[in-house]
């Protein structure tokens, strides 16, 4: 079997799209390995459900750090002592600088709850739905240092419903999060995707088709 990408996942809380991944991974023939799963908070609930599961667990509490680059250089010392190939971003509230994403540069992924590149930053389903926008959703890309840019690698689509509210249409939007990271992952691990531009293909040459539910 052709050895798996050591892969590391960032949280700031419970990590809900960090459970997918790793219960994903847990599958013998998933391309990518979870070896680490880091937060910037010692309290987040995820790094309890991470220990659960056997993987090795880090907190590097930015509160104690003067800067963002003394910050980035004890997460960097962690992903080297693990041997860590890509990072996932799942929820991670921490913006990186210029200097670590160009590190990680088309090796760290990103999932944003919205369809990218409407609604970047917060609060997204409120703002979908002050718009009155009939369809909303998800997004997996490449991370690049402008905030929720970068290659899109997969997206994942709902309805907006009439009598929706930011709590209902999120917890939707959250079901297909659950859904494509994963595959984005995997997409990823098994080196299938190319970047031309702004664009990501598989290998074939076409675009990478979204994952769209009606």
């Given at each position: ?5 050591r892969t590391?996942?960032?949280i700031?809380g419970?990590?809900s ?9 847990r599958?013998?023939d ?17 790094l309890?459900?991470?220990a659960?599961h ?7 509490d ?9 910050f980035?250089a ?5 992903l ?6 890509l990072?996932?971003l799942a ?8 200097g ?19 609604y970047r930053?917060l ?24 905030m ?11 309805p ?5 509210t930011p709590?209902?249409?999120g ?14 992952l995997?997409?990823?691990a ?7 531009g702004?664009r990501?293909?598989s ?12």
């Open positions: 079997m052709t050895q798996r990408l590391a996942v960032f700031s419970r990590g799209n960090m459970q997918s991944l790793i219960l994903a991974a599958a013998p998933f391309p990518a390995e979870i070896a680490l799963v880091l937060s910037n908070r010692p309290d987040a609930a995820g309890r459900f991470a659960d056997g993987i090795a667990t880090a907190a590097v930015h509160k104690i750090y003067a800067g963002r680059e003394a980035e004890s997460v960097q010392a962690l080297d002592v693990h041997r860590i190939e990072i996932c929820g991670f509230m921490r913006l990186l600088t210029a670590f994403v160009a590190r990680w540069q088309n090796r760290m992924i990103n999932i944003h709850p919205a369809l990218l590149p409407a930053g609060h997204t389903h409120e703002r979908a739905l002050q718009d009155g926008v009939k369809i909303h959703g998800c997004t997996v890309h490449f991370v690049v240092p402008a929720d840019e970068g290659p899109i690698i997969a997206q994942a689509a709902v907006v419903l009439d009598e929706d709590d209902s249409l917890k939707r939007v959250l079901e297909q999060e659950h859904k494509i990271y994963p595959l984005a995997q997409l990823v098994q080196g299938r995707l190319t970047i031309d702004n990501v293909k290998g074939s040459g076409a675009s990478v088709a979204p994952l769209i539910v009606s």
